[in-house]
């Protein structure tokens, strides 16, 4: 019933920028944490950053001190400024977002972004 539609993705030369946003709606009820994970072809899904409620992150080893994730609590939006970009991190982007209802915790998924970083 929650539903991430992220947007931000796209074409960008080695050592360009991109800011990706991820916009959460539907049944919100109390969020643990927000992130972004990514995929590339015939590769697994893997984190790139999240930000817990508290405002805590965390980075993957790959993206430290190029990429920082924030977030607006009052709209259900995750950002995440990717700087430095280079071909490697070309992948599907995948905001994600967790919540615990009741006795069951809950994760959701976007459709993903592009972003495809030429060398």
């Known amino acids: 019933q929650v539903q991430l539609v992220e947007s931000g993705g796209g074409l960008v030369q080695a050592g360009g920028s991109l800011r990706l946003s991820c916009a959460a709606s539907?049944?919100?009820?109390?969020?643990?944490?927000m992130g972004w994970w990514r995929q590339a072809p015939g590769k697994q899904r893997d984190l790139v950053a999240t930000?817990?409620?508290?405002?805590?992150?965390n980075y993957a080893d790959s993206v430290k001190g190029r990429f920082t994730i924030s977030r607006d609590a009052a709209k259900n939006t995750v950002y995440l400024q990717m700087n430095s970009l280079k071909p490697e991190d070309t992948a599907v982007y995948y905001c994600?977002?967790?919540?615990?209802?009741?006795?069951?915790?809950?994760?959701?998924w976007g459709q993903g972004t592009q972003v495809t970083v030429s060398s």
């Open positions: 994600n977002l967790n919540q615990t209802i009741g006795w069951g915790s809950y994760a959701y």
């Open positions: 539907g049944s919100i009820f109390s969020i643990n944490a």
């Open positions: 930000i817990a409620s508290g405002g805590t992150t």
